[in-house]
């Protein structure tokens, strides 16, 4: 399903491309179709089926009615498209799938599932990221009805109005595909397997086409290869080509450069000494905070995550030099933390675990041993000391009415 009208159009259409791309190299025996609402730009309808081999059915979009709900969130306003899928009679099964799924291999074996079917990811709500489903034009006309009604929505979107839809799922029997290749009949929870990360991906900020989901979630980097094999990164190479220039500019500008603050002289007076060093004190806080949160929000989001992570250590360390040249901070206090963010990627990262408890504990235990080093750098950088600022203050009284930036 597709559909326009959030910050993140461009993400869920390079997802579902990478995903179709991703099925039809698993040699999936079922026509590739996609839900895209009317206001969906043609070049991106004509890429679907030019280029990826997708069938695209044009749709208006619903309405949704639980649009005013006081915990309501926007972007999901336009998920009850998904209903369309009930419409596809042309078709015996339908499996509805999210644009985050990542298949790691065949599971043509979902055709073979029930009238309805689904994953329960929380003990007691089934996931819609992926579902079975018969199309009926019945069961879709009574679903718009119920809209109409105002069915109960504990959240507004296709996930509260599906599982209220289909409330008793959860006393359905469990799914295993029969062996002659027989279709079932009924209604059946879908094994966790079909969506072992579903807990993860479903969060706003993990979705695995972000650069920062890896190496937190592994995954995301075999989805990654399937958009570098198939699509490239053609959109966000520029941006990234220019960010990269631009900080090996910082860093050569800081070390040639080498401003410092400690020529900053003011009249001898306790007053105005301790007034400039509290707000030299503040400004050089909030600079560090600058260096590592600035480069996080301007690297492309969709991005390879080996270039976004290299792209950010950039970023971070040619902000943070200046930082430090500028008022005379301890080289090694500033970069602890990214010093700490370098070691956690190796940890997270390391290609040698055996399973996924002993890659947490792994983590852990760096955690455990890193975080005192990070807690004292940022005591010492909280609690400067005036000499950090002025040196040479108090080696000299500059006359009366001395007052130069030199």
Known sequence: ?????????????????????????LHVDADLVVIAAVDVPLRWVHALEQ?????????????????????????????????????????????????DNLFLQNTDEL???????????????????????????VVFKDMLHQLDVGQDNPDGADQGFIGGYFPDLLDKPMFYPPPNGTKLEGSYRLPLGYQMDATYYCAPWLKP????????????????????????????????FIQTLLYLGIIAVTRLARPNLSKLC?????????LV??????????????????????????IHPVVGWAVYLLGSFALCSVAINTFTLPLLHVLTPWLGMFGALLVMACPWYPDGVIRALAVFCYAFCCAPFVWVSLVK?????????????????????????Y
Not at 10 to 16: D, G, P, Q, W
Not at 66 to 74: I, L, P, V
Not at 266 to 274: E, G, L, V
Not at 280 to 294: G, T
């Open 1 to 25: 399903m597709m559909y326009m009208g959030t910050p993140r159009d461009y993400e869920f259409y390079v997802a579902i491309r990478v995903m179709i791309r991703s099925l039809a190299r």
């Open 51 to 99: 280029e990826d081999g997708a069938k695209v059915i044009r749709v208006e979009n619903v309405n949704n009615p639980y649009k005013n709900q006081d915990n309501f969130d926007r972007r999901f306003k336009l998920t009850l498209n998904k209903l369309y899928a009930w419409s596809l009679v042309d078709y015996d099964r339908v499996v509805m799938l999210d644009a």
């Open 111 to 137: 055709f073979q599932c029930g009238q309805f079917c689904a994953v329960f990811i929380n003990p007691c709500i089934f996931h819609t990221g992926l579902f079975v489903l018969q199309p009926s034009t």
């Open 209 to 240: 086409w972000y650069w920062w989901s890896w190496p937190v979630l592994p995954l995301g980097l075999q989805w990654h290869e399937q958009r570098r094999q198939n699509l490239g990164y053609g959109a966000e190479i520029p941006m990234v």
């Open 266 to 274: 003011y009249r001898r007076t306790d007053k105005n000494i301790s």
């Open 277 to 302: 060093h509290a707000g030299l004190k503040l400004l050089a806080i909030w600079s560090i905070l600058v260096a590592y949160v600035l480069p996080f929000f301007i690297i492309p989001c969709t």
């Open 381 to 405: 950088v909280m609690t400067l000391e005036r000499e950090v600022f002025f040196p040479i203050l108090g080696e000299s009284s500059p006359p009366s009415g001395f007052n130069k930036l």
